[in-house]
Structures are given as C-alpha cells and as structure tokens.
C-alpha cells in the first residue's frame, strides 16, 4: 500500500522535480564557469575600496571568497539555487496536507484504509527523495563547471561536499517547515504564503545581525545561521580534523530542527479534523 | 447486530453546534436515507462516522471500532463517497480506479470496470477534462468497487441525470442483496422513499425523527367534504386514526394502517366528496422543514 502512495507521489511531481533538478545543474555550471573568467584581482581592489560597508554580507574575507574553491562554494550562497530548493521543497511540504486538503483528494484517499501517518510520511519520503536529487544535480553542475573552467589549478570536487552537505540540511529544514505549515492550515496558498514569509523574515533577521555591531546577537534567532555552505567549505579545506565537527553541528541543527518539526506536523495531522474542501 | 452505531453524538465548532446528541443504529443489510436541508449536519454525521472529525461528545462506532481511535480499521470495512468528490485531476479514469483498486485488498479492478461500463462512463478521458457528471460517476465507482459491509454515500446522485440516478438506485438495491448496509443522504425525497428502509431527518444538527419508509408508505391522509356529522369509526380502527372535523364541514383524517378496513365505514359515511392521497416522506419532512425538499 505504501509502495502505490510513494509510485502515486512521485508520479504527481517528477516534472517538478525534474526542472528544479536541471536548472539546478545548468545554473551551478554556468555559475561556475562564469566565475572562472572574472578577473578577480580588479574585482577584490573594487569591492574593497568601494564596497567595504559590505563585507559584513559576505560569508568569508574577499581574499578567501576569491580563491577558486571560495568562488566556487558561493554557488551555494546564490539566491537562484535556494530559491530552487524553496520551490521544490515548499511547493512539496505545502501541498502535503493543506494542498491535498483544499482540492479533496485528502478526502478520498483517507477513505481507503490508509493512516494519515502513512500518507505523511509517503509523500515526505518523496520531498526528500527530491532535496538530494536537487543536491546531487547541483554537485554534478559544479563537476561539469569546474570541467570547463578556466581555473589554473582547479578545486577538487570532492572539497565542496560541506558545501552539498549543508545545502541538503537547508532542504530538510524548510520540508519540515513547510510540512508544519501544511498541517495547521486548510488552504495551500496560505501554507506557501506563511512559509515564504518565514523565510523573508530569516533572512532580514541575518541581515540585520552581520550589518548592525549592536544587534549580532540577533543571528541566534535565525536558522540561517546554519546555512553556512562557503564558510564551512572553505574551514574544512583549511583544516578537516578541526571543522568537520562544526559542519555536523550546523547540519544537525538543520536536520534536528527539520525532523522536530516534521514530527509535530504528523501529531497535528494525525489528531486534527478534515475539513471538507473548499 | 448494529453495523453502525452513534450514541449520544456530537460535534462543535467553537460555540456552533454542527451535530448535537446525536443517537442511532443502523442493522445490516439495511439502507439509511439521512434528510435534512443544508446546514442540518447530515456531512458532519458522515464525517464523524469515517473519522475525519472528533466527535466532542458521544461516540460512533462500526462493528463496535471506535471511528476516531480506530479509523483504519474502520476503512476497511466500510467504502465511501463524499459530496463534492475529487479526484487526482492528472490521471485518466482507467489509472484512477487502477490506483484505488491497488490501495485496498477488498476492491477489485475488476468490478470496477464492469460498473464503468453499466455507467457508461469513459475511462480513457482525463479527470481534468471530465465533466461534473462524469467525475461523479467516476467517484461512485470507486465508492462501490469494493467489497466491503458498509457503503457511505454523500449526496450520490446530485450532478447526475435521471438515466443514471436511476442506475445508482439499481446498483444501491444490488448492494442490500447482497446484504450490504448502505447509508447515504440525499435532497431528493423521491430517491430517499424509493431506496431506502429507513429515515432519519435532521434539523439544526439534531436528530429530530426516524421513520421506516415502510411505515410512511402504509399513511394516507384522507380529506372529505361532509354532508352531515361523521360517525364514530370503529373501536378496531380508531387506534391508527387521527380526525380533525373543523365548522365549515370538511374533515381530515390521517390513517396509519391499511385502508382497506377503513373503506367500509368511509362508504357509511355521509360524504360530498373524498379525496386521498399518500402521506409520503414530504409530509414527515415538511413537518421539521415546512419550506424545504424537493
């Protein structure tokens, strides 16, 4: 039964799945090419001399964004690949239970003799499923990239593994946010809204918290001060025995806090009524 | 035995109450009709019975599992359809009675196509593309495809035309003999009196009667133009008679038994004229919702 719940998910968004997973490539790729053709001494003497009040945005020193593992490991950082991350992973988790709600098909399949549990967890499976399928594509991208860079002596791919590894802890975190949404709400778009919203708010919160000397205690109240996939890349390529384990507390902070909130999505599910659809 | 059973039933949104102490059975092989206007709680009922909604009083029960606490094992006794059935709009109607027929062991493939084809109903054609009716038919089969004790039905037959309204009512019948319990709730009277064994009508969330359509069928009322006084009926037929005569000589008489025992002392009586007619689940309805049925 399980089995034709996760066959039914995957066949219901694999187009998604599909283009998120490509662009992803194409856009690392391209990213990563790009970046080897920019002449990055005129670039570090610009930002210095002109862009300095900036560099409290940056997730490293220029000096080491510069190098060819810091450009690379800032594909990362990019707002187009997390915004392919959010798509599939919000579009997923909110169509979870709120979606699956407001059109009917909750409805139907929980007339069979299916636990709700059963039907979360399925369509969970999937979400993830898709989260590493994003990540790996965006590792091939960046193989593919550094292939045809321009780099003198080009990073290893291996070495930005804590990059993909705390961009797959992003993911888990947000199915988790999304999935928890889903459950407390009875329409998709307000699950998608909250979400979007939550996570706009994160990222002023991080904002506020690297620009403001007197307000950087406020990185501790957003999670995305575990999202450090540049940082992390760049530490544990300069010293592995010291910086793997900030890289696991990051990812189990993400990880930890995705499946915490997963967990009360599906005690919330399991005990809340359902509505008919609107 | 009781195949469902709700004691003391309830539901409340907030300080609203949808569905209030509620109590009732229904026997096997019997078929329900639920009546009552928009707003009554015949949905909340249903909805309570699948589990989908926590009942804040009472209970509800089939074959004695708590609905709520034991909702799977619930399904699998039971099949439904709900009112404004969906379905996933990206499959054809062959994949979407495929998928529902791989989610449980008690439906077959099988079946379903064979009532696909009583319906008339083409399977090749997205559910996106169908229209409201089709995607009706197509819901109803799903709903009926398994075998199982008891078949829940949601207003069944709404988007339907007569051709098929008429079909459902066959395929309702086969399912009593082939002992299944059906309950299903309906606006339309006619379907209600034709189908089912028994009625319960609800008003503002509140089981207000239960009736047996066979009951209900046996009543007339008789209306009677008098040329003198009536007489008194006889003592064995006074019990199951109601007579109202008003001042300007016309009376009306509700009987609850045969009518043939009653022709005799109508014959004797000193009438201008005699109208009767079947009392009808419109009366019992109208007596709870004097605007409303159809």
């Known amino acids: 039964m399980k089995r034709v719940l996760l066959v039914r998910s995957f066949l219901d968004s694999w187009l998604l799945l599909a283009g998120c997973a490509a662009l992803a490539a194409a856009f690392t790729c391209l990213r990563v090419w790009v970046s080897s053709h920019i002449e990055i001494g005129a670039f570090i003497r610009f930002f210095s001399e002109n862009l300095k009040m900036l560099s409290g945005l940056l997730p490293a020193p220029i000096e080491d964004l510069a190098t060819p593992l810091g450009r690379v490991a800032f594909s990362f950082e990019e707002f187009g690949l997390v915004l392919l991350l959010g798509l599939w992973s919000i579009a997923r988790g909110s169509d979870c239970l709120a979606g699956r709600i407001g059109d009917g098909t909750m409805e139907m399949l929980l007339a069979q003799p299916v636990g709700r549990l059963a039907v979360l967890s399925t369509h969970t499976a999937v979400t993830l499923l898709g989260v590493i399928a994003i990540a790996g594509a965006a590792w091939c991208g960046i193989g593919a990239g550094l292939h045809f860079s321009k780099f003198a002596e080009p990073p290893p791919l291996g070495a930005v593994t804590p990059g993909i590894l705390n961009f797959l802890g992003l993911g888990v975190f947000v199915t988790g946010a999304a999935t928890l949404v889903s459950a407390l709400c009875r329409a998709r778009a307000t699950a998608v809204g909250l979400v979007i919203g939550f996570y706009v708010i994160e990222i002023a919160v991080m904002v506020v918290s690297r620009m403001v000397a007197g307000l950087d205690w406020m990185k501790w109240v957003t999670i995305l001060s575990a999202y450090e996939p540049t940082m992390l890349t760049l530490a544990i390529d300069r010293d592995p025995a010291e910086n793997w384990p900030i890289l696991w507390q990051y990812n189990g902070l993400l990880l930890g806090l995705g499946s915490l909130l997963w967990a009360i999505a599906a005690r919330v599910f399991c005990r809340r009524d359902v509505p008919a659809p609107l | ?294």
């Open chain 2, 1 to 294: 035995m009781a195949v469902a059973a709700t004691h003391s039933l309830s539901k409340c949104y907030g300080r609203v109450a949808a569905l209030s102490d509620c109590t009732f059975d229904v026997a096997r092989g019997e078929i329900l009709g639920l009546l009552g206007p928009n707003g009554a709680g015949k949905t909340t009922l249903l909805r309570l019975l699948l589990g989908y909604l926590k009942p804040t009083g009472g209970q509800a029960t089939i074959d004695g599992l708590d609905c709520y606490r034991r909702s799977v094992e619930v399904h699998r006794r039971l099949s439904y359809l709900p009112g404004e059935a969906r379905l996933f709009r990206r499959l054809n109607g062959r994949q979407t009675l495929e998928f529902f027929a791989r989610l449980r062991s008690e439906s077959s493939l099988e079946r379903s196509l064979q009532l696909a084809e009583r319906l008339e109903l083409d399977l090749a054609r997205r559910v996106r593309q169908m229209s409201t009716g089709m995607r009706q038919k197509l819901a109803l089969i799903v709903a009926l495809a398994p075998d199982v004790p008891l078949v829940i039905l949601d207003e069944p037959t709404s988007n339907l035309d007569p051709t098929v309204r008429r079909d459902v009512a066959g395929l309702l019948d086969e399912a009593r003999a082939e002992g299944k319990t059906v309950v299903f709730s309906s606006h339309v009277l006619s379907e209600v009196e034709d189908v089912c064994d028994r009625v319960i009508v609800l008003s503002s969330g509140r089981l207000v009667e239960q009736v047996r359509v066979g009951d209900v069928r046996r009543q007339h009322r008789i209306r009677a133009e008098l040329r003198g006084t009536l007489g008194p009926p006889p003592a064995a037929l006074a019990e199951g008679l109601d007579v109202l005569v008003n001042d300007h000589g016309r009376a009306e008489i509700v009987a609850r038994g045969d009518l043939a025992p009653l022709l005799g002392w109508l014959a004797e009586q000193p009438l201008a004229s005699l109208r009767i007619e079947p009392i009808g689940l419109r009366s019992v309805y109208e007596r709870h919702h004097p605007t409303g049925g159809r």
